[in-house]
């Protein structure tokens, strides 16, 4: 028992450093978790803040839709034509028979 007895405070010097080399480890992995956590919080709140652009664009276009579809005085097969013939809207050409026969 004699030669056991250096060990005693051998393994008292290990636990006084290992004890507190655990408890940095664990800190830093702490953080770690934590600042993943908030990278994949961005992540998300940056996916929902282009959807919700994506959204407020695609609503946008369709209340242009609903008023040409909706406006009384909308010559859609005038339009139709000139963007057919990549003329200007003020171009005709001729009457709709004429159009026709073209």
């Known amino acids: 028992m004699g030669d056991l007895g250096f060990l005693i405070p051998i393994m008292g010097i290990i636990m006084g450093v290992s004890i507190p ?3 940095i480890k664990l800190k830093h992995r702490e953080r770690i ?9 961005n992540r998300d709140t940056g996916s929902v803040e282009r959807q919700d652009a994506r959204i407020e664009v695609l609503e946008d276009r369709v209340r242009v839709l609903e008023r040409i579809v909706t406006d009384g005085g909308y010559d859609l097969a005038h ?7 990549e003329r200007p809207l003020g171009q005709r050409v001729g009457t709709a028979e004429q159009r026709e026969r073209i």
């Open 33 to 41: 978790e934590q600042m993943r956590l908030a990278a994949s919080g």
């Open 21 to 23: 080399i655990t408890a």
């Open 79 to 85: 339009k139709i034509e000139a963007l057919r013939d």
